[in-house]
């Protein structure tokens, strides 16, 4: 197991630095000038003279690869740089957003579990009556609606109609996030309901699960003990990719609700071409999809023994 993860560690440093590069690459090649665009941000009309000295100062007047090799220099000893627009220390920045998503990445998932795995299960288990078709038909419904229409009709169902939750966000609070985490929580539970029904069904139809209810095994030990066992890795697999994408930050749940977070962080980045809270914002989402499909694989081996095996005799 040690080597296998060493092996694994080795293998994301080419994969982090191509990110790193290309990421830096397509933003200096976008064709907009950081300097100018402050300007526009500003409202303040700058000389050429100014420009071009401004220019001097953030080092935009260097070479592309000079360019890049300073910003991976101070990447490497924990300076991501200082913003463009504000000023401020892009890691302290970056840093002080990370608790509201994480706050509504943990929330999101939790509710996606809590609302996916039993419905899921129960669809799977009366499969072909009234209960599988309503679920599946909930479930085709939550898959077609953006996040975006989910956001404003909890919004005006949950806010405005029945005053429960804030309108946007009041703070770092589980009354602000309440509305966020469920919009996240709806799309991702209508997909996982999906995903779960059709690997639940698949492990039932084995020979294993026929011979167990021969042999008189009672139904709920079956599906608690064997069959969601199974089914593990498909459920493990959509939280991964769910994850990463929570911890990467929502950017249209987070501009719609005004949540503080790191999606919003990169909206607002993007639109002012603050280069190095992009680049931060890169290698974070780089970082994570990494590490999570790291543990994801570690877990299938923990998990799985065909996995641990099949890696073994590789």
Not at 158 to 164: E, M
Not at 217 to 228: G, N
Not at 271 to 296: C, E, H, K, S
Request: proline content about 4%.
């Amino acid at each position: 197991m040690k080597k296998y993860v060493i092996r694994r560690l080795l293998l994301l440093i080419p994969i982090l630095l191509g990110i790193t590069f290309l990421s830096f690459a397509l933003m200096r090649i976008a064709g907009s000038d950081a300097v100018l665009q402050q300007s526009e941000v500003s409202g303040v009309a700058l000389s050429p003279e100014v420009i071009a000295a401004r220019r001097a100062e953030l080092g935009l007047d260097q070479p592309f690869l000079a360019q890049y090799f300073r910003w991976l220099g101070g990447f490497l000893t924990g300076d991501l740089g200082t913003s463009y627009i504000s000023g401020s220390d892009v890691f302290s920045v970056f840093v002080s957003k990370l608790p509201a998503t994480l706050l509504l990445t943990v929330l999101s998932m939790g509710l996606t579990v809590v609302i996916s795995l039993p419905l899921g299960i129960l669809a799977a288990v009366r499969q072909n009556r009234f209960t599988d078709y309503l679920i599946r038909v909930c479930s085709f419904i939550g898959s077609s609606l953006p996040n975006f229409f989910v956001a404003l009709v909890l919004m005006y169902l949950l806010a405005i109609y029945i005053p429960v939750f804030p309108v946007i966000s009041e703070g770092l609070s589980l009354r602000s996030a309440a509305l966020p985490a469920l919009t996240l929580a709806i799309a991702m539970s209508a997909k996982y309901m999906r995903q779960i029904r059709a690997a639940v069904l698949e492990e039932l139809g084995k020979d294993y699960v026929t011979g167990a209810r021969a042999r008189g095994v009672p139904f709920s030990v079956i599906l608690r003990k064997y069959v969601l066992r199974s089914c593990l890795s498909a459920i493990l697999t959509l939280m991964a990719l769910s994850l990463g994408s929570l911890l990467g930050g929502t950017a249209i749940v987070e501009s719609i609700f005004m949540w503080d977070g790191v999606g919003k962080l990169a909206v607002d980045a993007i639109n002012m071409r603050d280069y190095p809270v992009i680049q931060a914002y890169v290698v974070w989402m780089a970082v994570i999809y990494v590490a999570v499909n790291l543990i994801t694989d570690l877990c299938y081996r923990a998990l799985d023994p065909r996995v641990r095996l099949g890696g073994e005799k590789a």
